[in-house]
């Protein structure tokens, strides 16, 4: 059995401007991301056929148990048990919180405090039970939510609780993915494709600064960045564009690879000769006369052909990094992908259909200040890589060609891609 993806029942609550959203319409966006999370929680449970949800442990993933039940944990530990929550991102992370509703929640679900490979080993309450805390904790949320001031300080916490659910939302998505659960998400829309676009020197309000509604707290403090004139795709790279490399012997070339990369390359067997192309492909050749490309990819458990118009997807930062130096190009540094993707928009930028990967290494901006939840974003500077964009996977109101998304360069299991600039 497979499932689609279901419609809001508002479309206004899978807008952009959530993040600016008031009490009224937080409290409907909060419902509808609950529902979403159990929809999908529903969802594995159908296509385990009677297997349950529990899975071999996987060094990316998480067990689903515990990422459903960190989902109401971190609600509740932000939201109903903190005494500060009024005070938004100036709230002491320190302060003692309330007990939780359930008293094991904190061994279980406190991501900070329980490392991932225990995660696995842990004894998590029986679905139900899990269901049932969610849904006390929903009710807490909203019965604060609704004697709370329409103003971002006091609203920070139940938006940040609101996107954290998104996050782990989409990540239940490709851990289906990854997983070969049967489910139904469509492949990317066929679009125009356009020649590289050129961008213009410019300076750059780079960032975002408090007061603009919500923000996360590595978008912060907004800053001026001179940026040069560069060309850049106008879409991700293709299908059609990768299967080259792939035929060129890029897979087999270390000059193409930072000595890293090629270290991760040798560590990724796929059969006996090694990994050939991006994660999930069981087939990638040259396109044969009159066709587009042979590209055969696992996709949620099912053997499809790949348009070579596609975007390339499922592939770490160490093969986007080789494709470009085997094509004379580079990756995009963020700025130049946020230029772009404002002032180059009516000229066919593209984006939205895969995360993708930039050349810039995970940093807080000048004058960065952690927010109270705290392992966000600085324990993961210097180690990880930028990506912007969406993907077909991230709800509407979590799009913002504003938003920096990170991940560990050698992770391939998200909907992620890349485009290039010219050297």
Not at 2 to 30: H, M, N, T, W
Not at 113 to 132: C, E, F, N, V, Y
Not at 212 to 229: Q, S
Not at 245 to 263: C, I, K, M, Q, S
Request: aromatic share 14%; charged share 25%.
């Amino acid at each position: 059995m497979a499932y689609e993806l279901p419609v809001p029942s508002f479309s206004r609550l899978d807008q952009a401007d959530l993040r600016k959203a008031g009490r009224d319409l937080l409290s409907l966006a909060l419902m509808d991301a609950r529902n979403h999370t159990l929809f999908l929680i529903g969802e594995y449970q159908k296509a385990m056929e009677g297997q349950g949800v529990d899975f071999p442990c996987l060094p990316e993933l998480n067990p689903p148990l515990w990422e459903l039940g960190h989902i109401g944990w971190f609600q509740e530990r932000w939201i109903g048990r903190n005494l500060q929550r009024h005070q938004g991102p100036r709230a002491d992370p320190n302060a003692t919180p309330l007990a939780s509703v359930q008293p094991q929640a904190d061994f279980w679900w406190d991501s900070s405090r329980m490392p991932h490979d225990r995660r696995w080993a842990l004894s998590l309450p029986p679905l139900g039970d899990i269901k049932a805390y969610l849904l006390t904790t929903l009710e807490s949320t909203l019965e604060l939510l609704a004697k709370t001031p329409d103003e971002d300080d006091a609203l920070y916490f139940y938006r940040l609780a609101l996107f954290h659910e998104d996050m782990h939302g989409e990540a239940f998505i490709y851990m289906a993915q990854t997983l070969g659960l049967r489910l139904k998400l469509p492949l990317p829309a066929p679009g125009l494709v356009r020649e590289p676009l050129w961008v213009p020197a410019t300076r750059w309000r780079l960032g975002l600064d408090a007061g603009a509604g919500y923000t996360f707290d590595n978008e912060r403090p907004a800053h001026e960045v001179a940026v040069p004139e560069f060309e850049i795709d106008a879409q991700p790279v293709s299908w059609t564009q990768y299967v080259e490399f792939v035929a060129d012997g890029g897979y087999d070339r270390p000059e193409l690879w930072l000595p890293a990369g090629w270290e991760w390359l040798q560590q990724q067997a796929q059969g006996d000769e090694g990994r050939r192309a991006p994660r999930h492909v069981e087939q990638i050749g040259l396109a044969r006369a009159g066709g587009q490309g042979g590209v055969l990819q696992r996709w949620f458990g099912h053997t499809v052909r790949v348009a070579g118009w596609s975007p390339v997807m499922h592939l770490s930062w160490w093969e986007a990094d080789a494709w470009c130096r085997w094509a004379g190009r580079r990756l995009p540094t963020e700025v130049e992908w946020e230029v772009a993707a404002h002032q180059a928009a009516n000229r066919g930028f593209r984006w939205g259909d895969v995360w993708e990967w930039t050349g810039t290494t995970f940093h807080g901006y000048p004058g960065f200040q952690a927010d109270p939840y705290r392992d966000y974003s600085e324990p993961w500077f210097g180690t990880h890589k930028v990506l912007r964009g969406a993907s077909l996977a991230t709800r509407r109101r979590m799009k913002s060609p504003k938003y920096r998304n990170f991940y560990l360069p050698g992770r391939d299991d998200i909907f992620c891609g890349f485009r290039s600039c010219a050297l």
